[in-house]
């Protein structure tokens, strides 16, 4: 609340003396209802709202929601309005449309409004900068404007380690001062960059890397597994993007050989197909490539800026609060932290191939240190003396949408009620509790024990149950 730049005293006692004689002192004291909350906050001009989120990024890194080292995705989304909205940009978009006649033309249209741009955790799926410009304007320069802003959000709780981005954010200025940062970022080349074409002319020379995915197809008798292969090459000093350098002096020219080198993964197969019509992929990385398969997972989790910001942002704006709510009503909270794939993926087996030999080494899958998607396995505490740390990661909503999980644990809980004696507290199945208190049951519940079996399992005695229980 004091963000919003009310005072203590305020929260305290209130906005204001009228009407408090005829208070009952029966509930609560309450500043102000969601409501005019969500009222108060749309008010605020653009300034405010960027202190605001500025300062609620960093309460939530001082609670130790982020990481140590956090891992973050950069994309933009168009948010479209009407020409009515003063300010908003005019981007011209050319569409082919099918006339009446059967043929086809290029309509060109004018879309109104901004573009966001987000700077996000993949741990918890949560914004930690963004930025609003006009719908027409490039992304790329105001990506360090980002990093820094999320940067100083984050400190001194947390700081960027691994930045991912797609083709928009490939300027080699801006990656060069990243490097300089000592963030590790990995971007796709484009096709016509010099960099790509040099990491597929020493593909050949190099050793691949091949992994196999065994994934279920079907259910029932008509289950059956399906061989998923894909290969990649990992190409390391190139030196060929005349744009990754530091600023330019005057007279002082900088050759090839003194160029920062920058280091690529090939994917020449992913699972059985091409990767794109237009020949392999080239991922661009400023860190080592000795495992190639985290650079390709890390930029597949690129994609979890679209799912699960953009287009679900209504239902992630209480990630946090879903996932704490999700632990505290868990059992054993050792039980999420547990292997979810959305591809339903049985093995992995990482083979690594030497073209000069031809010998195949069979390597260990490597573990991943860093949550991030559904694939990824969360680390446990090995060490009995310490109590495993609290990670909120997206990983924890079983694999659904915050929506559908919501609904869920809804179906899950509609039969449990709390109880609390003091300060001590116990969660009870309903039935559970009629059975404790004494009530009688003309028949149980098909899915539920018997009254004697629940009495013994709260080592009540049996005989007494027609009377007080013990």
Avoid at 177 to 206: E, H, N, Y
Avoid at 275 to 285: A, D, F, M
Wanted: with cysteine; proline share 6%.
């Amino acid at each position: 609340m004091s963000l919003l730049g009310f005072t203590i005293r305020q929260i305290i006692e209130g906005m204001t003396l009228r009407g408090r004689s005829r208070r009952s002192g029966k509930g609560e004291y309450a500043l102000m209802d969601p409501a005019t909350l969500s009222e108060t906050i749309s008010k605020a001009n653009a300034q405010e709202l960027e202190k605001l989120f500025n300062g609620v990024i960093h309460c939530l890194a001082a609670f130790g929601i982020f990481m140590a080292e956090a891992m973050v995705v950069v994309d933009g989304t168009q948010i479209e309005t009407t020409a009515l909205y003063q300010g908003c940009g005019c981007l011209k978009v050319e569409k082919r449309k099918r006339t009446k006649k059967g043929s086809n033309v290029t309509v060109v249209e004018l879309v109104f409004g901004w573009r966001l741009i987000a700077l996000m955790d993949l741990a918890t799926l949560t914004p930690m900068a963004i930025k609003v410009v006009k719908i027409q304007a490039n992304e790329a320069p105001h990506l360090l404007e980002l990093v820094e802003q999320a940067q100083e959000n984050l400190a001194p709780y947390s700081r960027i380690r691994w930045l991912v981005a797609d083709r928009a954010y490939v300027d080699g200025k801006s990656l060069y001062k990243l490097d300089q940062m000592g963030i590790r970022f990995a971007v796709i080349a484009k096709s016509t960059m010099l960099a790509r074409q040099a990491a597929l002319d020493m593909k050949g020379k190099v050793a691949y890397y091949d992994r196999t995915e065994t994934k279920r197809r079907g259910q029932g008798r008509s289950l059956w597994h399906e061989k998923l292969h894909s290969r990649v090459y990992a190409v390391t000093n190139i030196r060929d993007w005349a744009a990754y350098r530091p600023p330019v002096v005057s007279g002082k020219p900088l050759r090839r050989e003194a160029r920062p080198a920058l280091n690529a993964v090939v994917v020449e197969k992913w699972r059985n197909h091409p990767p794109s019509p237009h020949g392999p992929k080239v991922y661009l990385t400023n860190a080592p490539v000795d495992n190639p398969w985290l650079i390709v997972d890390f930029y597949d989790d690129r994609s979890w800026v679209e799912n699960g910001l953009f287009r679900n942002s209504r239902q992630f704006q209480t990630l946090a609060y879903r996932l704490w709510q999700k632990k505290q009503t868990s059992g054993n909270d050792n039980a999420t932290l547990h292997h979810i794939s959305d591809h339903q993926i049985d093995r992995v087996a990482h083979h690594l191939v030497n073209i000069e030999t031809g010998e195949i080494i069979e390597l260990p899958q490597p573990p991943n240190p860093n949550p991030t998607h559904l694939s990824s396995i969360l680390p446990l505490q090995t060490d009995d003396q310490q109590e495993p740390p609290d990670i909120i990661a997206h990983s924890l909503l079983d694999g659904q949408g915050i929506l559908r999980w919501q609904r869920a644990l809804e179906q899950e809980s509609r039969d449990k009620v709390i109880v609390f004696i003091g300060n001590q507290y116990g969660i009870f199945n309903l039935y559970e509790l009629l059975v404790l208190v004494g009530v009688s049951f003309r028949r149980s519940p098909p899915h539920l024990d018997p009254p004697d079996v629940i009495l013994r399992r709260f080592g009540c005695d049996v005989k007494a149950r027609d009377g007080p229980v013990q």
